[in-house]
């Protein structure tokens, strides 16, 4: 708890603008609303730059992913072509097929990358953190109620990790992601089964 407390007082005010906008993000994704994607961009704009400066170069890539994927999203999410926006729905099985074909590739590379080109004292974890994540939020663009389900299980593992390196704070704030995605989970599921039935 004090090392808690002692890391609450030494977080700087560019992460705390990272911590309620990152916690704002998976908020409004709950809600299915589009302006999520510009709080989770801003969010993933300072980790970016944050990790960077602070030597943490696998974190860094995945935040600039998520700056990148969070404007895909926002612009796939909106109005086109007259259309109304575009509905949530479940993963196909070639959905299915392609998401462990993505987080295998990217596993495999992440790890080789994080193994032989960098210090990592954890390559295999921080790779398959990484890599449910990174699927995870691709599905979200595409509004798929299986994105929750990869992006807790990155969560599930990455507590541990954060723990084992020592930051608590990233820890609480995946908890918060973790918590509040479970709960966008059923929230999307539900807005299926009212969508199905019209009730």
């Known amino acids: 708890m004090q090392d808690i407390i002692a890391q609450f007082k030494q977080t700087s005010v560019p992460e705390w603008y990272a911590f309620v906008l990152g916690i704002a993000q998976v908020w409004l994704a709950r809600y299915n ?3 999520n994607f510009l ?3 801003s969010s993933a704009g300072i980790f970016t730059w944050l990790f960077m400066i602070s030597g ?7 935040n600039a992913y998520y700056v990148v994927i969070s404007f895909i999203g926002y612009w796939m999410w909106g109005v086109s072509k007259g259309k109304e926006e575009r509905i949530i729905s479940v993963c196909s099985k070639k959905d299915h097929i392609r998401g462990f074909l993505a987080l ?6 992440q790890y080789l990358i994080l193994r032989y080109f960098t210090d990592s004292t954890v390559p295999q974890a921080d790779a ?7 699927v ?8 798929k109620l299986e994105s929750w389900l990869w992006l807790s299980v990155s969560n599930v593992l990455a507590i541990p990790l954060l723990l084992y390196k020592s930051l608590q704070l990233s820890a609480i704030l995946t908890l918060v992601f973790l918590v ?12 299926i089964f009212v969508e199905k039935t019209g009730d």
């Open 33 to 35: 609303l589009r302006v």
């Open 39 to 41: 709080a989770g961009a």
């Open 56 to 62: 943490l170069y696998a974190e860094s890539c995945l």
């Open 104 to 109: 295998t590739g990217l596993f495999i590379g």
């Open 128 to 134: 398959l953190v990484s890599a449910l994540a990174w």
């Open 136 to 143: 995870g939020s691709a599905l979200l663009i595409y509004r």
């Open 180 to 191: 509040v995605g479970m709960m966008g989970y059923f929230t999307w599921r539900k807005q």
